[in-house]
């Protein structure tokens, strides 16, 4: 894994469950098209991802949400690469909710559900998020979760788990807290997880979190095309961890959490 | 890949902190570690005439080992009565300073860095004649505090004002990125490092607009984790000759090193 990273080789067998596709023009300072995804995923070895659609992150209304879900197309053009997820808007609930269900229709496409607290302003205990953590409870499915004021809903977070035990949590970004507030509850909850995709990481961050709560519950995620793919790729690779738990964050946990037909 | 850190510190601090890097020692092994050949390095001090110590400590390290280039420091004000901050300059630069860092005062009181011209063009002007490489840490660019007194406004001043004074920008983070690209656009003189310009694809974009020759490889240690430069780079669909002088090529350049390390 080190050698690959200083020679700009691909790593092997990545599994990436953050990732984010939206049509932009070919020449953006920004490139955002499903297209530059893959080139990059193929220099840095990652062979599959889960996406959700920008759109679906943007829709102001039920048919916007709808139209984002066409995603579908996308993933089929790719299947041996991309899932995606189901974006959930909580200011559109109702539209959400039957979004959801996809991920039961279509479960060769759609194999989780994707929240954005900071984005939609809405708090992690909402009456929407509720409803769609015990539809997820019910199903056993994958929940993304970027989380609103990460560091005032711990409490909340650990009741979402305790009272949605079949439902598997996926907070982003490191759970958007200090490895020491977040690592109680790791180890609490079996159902609860983390992505390592970030903007910026703290020197050793990684180390000391699998320090604090083992490997077993931290998945690979780079974010793209919101964040390059290549230092998400490289802070794992050049973890001071062992060859196992660095393999384990790159695919084995996903595996656990999407299940072998998702992960290669 | 030949790595050259641009603007390294390792020093302890009163408030302990996580992923510390306390001493060069500490530094040497994380740079073995990424495979980092030299590193522009300042150590790091808190305490009342803190430049001072942190530029004795940093040219004694640089003569304990040869891959730590010394950056000295200063604030925006000099620290002793009678004494001006060209004089202080001249002093670093004489003594062996590659480049010059300006550095906050720091306690709860402290003012922020101040960068107006009308404070720093002697300092500015003694650099100039030099060639020496002002750096200026612009993680907090974006603040409303930094924005008052330290920010792109000064940094656009001062490159009009010394257009052969080399000013690089030590970890602009990328929601900066409109001021970014205006300043290295317009101002030949401006670089900047990468470890936070970490949006897809940010770093080739911003080599496309402005140049790779930009662009300088910064591990920004001891706060950030060096992996995600790297990572950057060697990941990067740039050329190879473009990766190379960003992971290093390009800050020997500004330096006027380049030579292998001991």
């Known amino acids: 894994m080190v050698e690959a990273v200083f020679d700009g080789k691909p790593q092997s067998g990545v599994f990436d469950v953050h990732g984010h596709i939206e049509p932009s023009p070919a020449d953006s300072v920004w490139p955002r098209r499903v297209e530059d995804l893959i080139e990059d995923m193929d220099r840095c070895g990652t062979s599959r991802i889960i996406v959700s659609h920008h759109w679906g992150l943007a829709a102001t209304t039920p048919d916007e949400l709808g139209k984002a879900h066409e995603t579908a197309a996308s993933v089929a053009a790719h299947a041996e690469r991309l899932r995606a997820y189901v974006v959930f808007q909580p200011h559109l609930p109702d539209e959400s909710m039957r979004q959801a269900q996809r991920v039961l229709d279509a479960p060769e496409s759609f194999v989780g559900i994707k929240l954005h607290g900071p984005l939609h302003q809405y708090a992690a205990d909402g009456p929407a998020y509720l409803r769609l953590f015990a539809f997820a409870n019910e199903h056993a499915l994958p929940v993304l979760f970027h989380v609103a004021a990460p560091e005032r809903s711990l409490g909340i977070l650990a009741k979402i788990c305790e009272s949605n035990p079949r439902m598997k949590l996926i907070l982003a970004h490191f759970g958007g807290v200090p490895e020491t507030a977040i690592a109680p509850l790791l180890k609490r909850y079996a159902n609860l997880f983390i992505d390592t995709c970030a903007s910026a990481h703290g020197h050793r961050q990684l180390e000391r979190m699998v320090d604090l709560a083992g490997a077993g519950q931290i998945l690979f995620g780079s974010d793209a095309t919101y964040l390059g793919m290549g230092a998400q790729v490289a802070k794992i690779a050049l973890a001071d961890l062992s060859q196992g738990d660095r393999r384990a964050i790159f695919s084995l946990n996903a595996r656990r959490v999407f299940g072998p037909k998702v992960v290669p | ?262």
């Not at chain 2, 993680?139 to 505090?145: D, G, K, L, S, Y």
């Open chain 2, 1 to 262: 890949m030949r790595f050259f850190d641009c603007g390294a510190m390792a020093g302890r601090h009163p408030v302990p902190r996580a992923g510390r890097v306390a001493s060069p020692e500490e530094l040497l092994r994380e740079m073995d570690r990424f495979r980092i050949e030299q590193s522009l390095f300042s150590a790091y001090r808190f305490e009342a005439e803190a430049t001072e110590a942190m530029n004795r400590a940093t040219f004694a390290a640089a003569r304990n080992s040869s891959r730590l280039v010394p950056c000295g420091v200063m604030t925006g004000a000099p620290s002793r009565i009678g004494r001006t901050l060209a004089q202080e300059a001249n002093d670093l630069i004489a003594s062996g300073a590659r480049a010059i860092r300006m550095v906050p005062s720091e306690g709860p009181s402290a003012s922020p860095l101040t960068l107006r011209r009308f404070a720093l063009d002697p300092l500015l002007d003694r650099i100039q004649r030099s060639a020496t490489p002002l750096l200026i840490d612009a993680a907090e660019f974006h603040t409303a505090q930094g924005a008052a007194t330290s920010a792109f406004e000064q940094i656009a001043a001062m490159a009009a004002g010394f257009p052969r004074l080399p000013i690089v920008l030590l970890q602009p983070k990328y929601n900066a990125q409109a001021d970014l690209i205006a300043v290295l656009r317009r101002y030949r003189n401006v670089y900047c490092t990468i470890p936070l310009l970490g949006l897809f694809r940010e770093m080739e974009s911003l080599a496309a607009i402005a140049g790779a020759d930009r662009l300088l490889f910064g591990a920004y240690l001891p706060n950030s984790d060096p992996a995600l430069p790297i990572g950057m780079i060697t990941y990067s669909k740039l050329p190879v000759r473009e990766r190379e002088m960003i992971a290093g090529g390009n800050l020997r350049r500004l330096l006027g090193v380049d030579r292998g390390a001991r």
